[in-house]
């Protein structure tokens, strides 16, 4: 089973500033097989990221994907007030899928 | 537009069945999967399991398999989870959310509102 394990587990900055999420996995899970996804309080989870680095659809330019094997980032480039919530990476590379603990993002 | 609308809220008592529902629509619901997510109280998401609509080939969370069934009706476009005897610890927030890929290997997008669970004597 493949763990994931993203760092901090929260995240303090201020609107215009950079984040930068990471999201380590506990064995390779390729270059390809990676998503992210928002959580606001009281919201259902929304998808960000696919495939590492693929934005969904609506979703703005500040937010960008990387990494392979093990090693992947979220990165946020000029927070905006909206930005503020929690973040998940999600592999499914390697049976059972699995999320990651979550990322929080707070002024 | 595609839309996951699930079931209300419920509050059971330990031992009782309980099935909550997701109704899918704006898209061809038979030819993606559909998976359920786990979210206790202030803890992060937790994968249940998949079903595909077409031919209800269903797989489950191997470390929670046994503690509930995935079901579903294909012509009402709609996926079940089901607890034939609730506990305390199935309190949380239960997400459906359309599967991109096949059997695992692919994303999540949209997810259902949830429904909130609450096991109580």
């Known amino acids: 089973e493949v763990v994931l394990t993203q760092s901090p587990g929260t995240l303090s900055l201020s609107p215009g500033e950079r984040a930068t999420l990471s999201c380590r996995a506990s064995q390779s899970i390729g270059s390809r097989y990676l998503a992210w996804y928002q959580q606001k309080p009281g919201q259902a989870p929304r998808l960000l990221i696919s495939d590492v680095s693929d934005r969904a659809t609506g979703i703005p330019n500040r937010f960008s994907g990387s990494g392979s094997g093990t090693d992947f980032t979220l990165t946020i480039t000029r927070l905006e007030p909206e930005d503020f919530a929690v973040y998940y990476c999600h592999q499914y590379g390697g049976a059972p899928l699995s999320f990651g603990g979550g990322t929080k993002v707070e002024i | 537009e595609v839309r996951l609308v699930q079931s209300g809220a419920e509050l059971r008592k330990p031992g009782e069945s309980l099935r909550i529902s997701c109704r899918g629509s704006g898209y061809s619901f038979r030819t993606y999967w559909i998976a359920w997510v786990r979210q206790m109280p202030g803890k992060g998401l937790e994968w249940m399991g998949i079903i595909f609509p077409g031919d209800s080939d269903t797989r489950y969370s191997p470390s929670l398999q046994g503690q509930f069934t995935i079901s579903v009706d294909k012509s009402i476009n709609t996926a079940y989870l089901e607890w034939s005897s609730v506990k305390a610890s199935d309190t949380a927030i239960y997400y459906c959310?359309?599967?991109?890929?096949?059997?695992?290997?692919?994303?999540?997008?949209?997810w259902g509102q949830g429904t909130l669970v609450t096991v109580s004597s």
């Open positions: 959310a359309r599967h991109i890929g096949i059997a695992g290997t692919g994303w999540f997008d949209p």
